[in-house]
């Protein structure tokens, strides 16, 4: 059941999301061809029509990932999604991880699309890589902060996914104005979190513990120096998911209220 949801949802935003793809790349591959023929008033007008493009697909994905939540689980298509026979985690989890899908392509199409724009060569692309893997590491050691770098930057959309989730759930609480509701929510938890941080560092800092800490991180090597603060960024973030994901869990299997 899983997979027929997962299906449906890559189907649904595939009719929106593909179309615009493919424009962004052919006219990115106009400009490209403008720019290399020195074209100046068609490479604008070209330059312009992708950068509309572009923010038209990040407007997309934002409005698609609530539209999709927020239709088939909250309002009156609820009522046929939850009559399925299919656990709440499981709805959560496939919203999730096709709008996380979503979100992922349209970044490497943006930035496809800006590559080919600039016309990056063979041999300035192979600067670029030379460049990225000159680390002072072990190939080992390199991979492994690769590996956790890719799952700070997935749990990190996790986290703004579920964080989206969780404040539109909340709208629940009430009967009318929910969507002021939610926005409401999502204003007081990004604030409420954005003190926490200010608050942790301020005390960080006044009562010495940096110093503390910056000793400590000078006795390890550079490997292990950089492992410390990776792995309490990953669990602050998968903190966040966590209370996130639980908050949107509780309301959809506790306090659902569908219009």
């Avoid at 007081?188 to 009562?207: C, M, S």
């Amino acid at each position: 059941m899983l997979n027929k949801l997962m299906k449906y949802e890559f189907m649904a935003m595939g009719r929106i999301f593909l179309p615009m793809f493919g424009a962004l790349l052919i006219v990115s591959g106009i400009t490209g061809i403008f720019g290399l023929l020195d074209l100046t008033v068609p490479t604008g007008i070209s330059i312009a029509v992708s950068i509309m493009l572009m923010v038209g697909i990040c407007v997309v994905v934002f409005l698609l990932t609530i539209q999709r939540f927020w239709n088939n689980l909250l309002a009156n298509e609820g009522y046929l999604t939850m009559t399925l026979p299919i656990s709440v985690d499981r709805l959560i989890i496939s919203k999730l991880l096709v709008a996380s899908v979503w979100i992922v392509v349209s970044i490497i199409v943006v930035v496809g699309a800006i590559l080919i724009m600039v016309g990056i060569d063979s041999f300035q692309f192979r600067l670029i890589m030379n460049n990225l893997v000159d680390i002072p590491f072990p190939p080992h050691e390199a991979i492994i902060i690769l590996v956790q770098l890719i799952i700070f930057l997935v749990l990190a959309l996790f986290a703004g996914i579920l964080l989206l989730y969780a404040c539109m759930s909340l709208g629940m609480l009430v009967n009318k104005y929910r969507p002021l509701v939610s926005f409401g929510a999502y204003i007081v938890i990004t604030t409420a979190l954005q003190i926490i941080t200010a608050l942790t560092i301020f005390t960080f800092i006044e009562t010495g513990a940096y110093l503390a800490f910056e000793n400590f991180l000078m006795n390890l090597s550079a490997f292990a120096s950089m492992q410390v603060p990776m792995l309490i960024a990953l669990g602050a973030i998968l903190l966040l998911c966590v209370i996130f994901y639980a908050i949107t869990r509780h309301m959809l299997s506790k306090r659902l209220n569908l219009q």
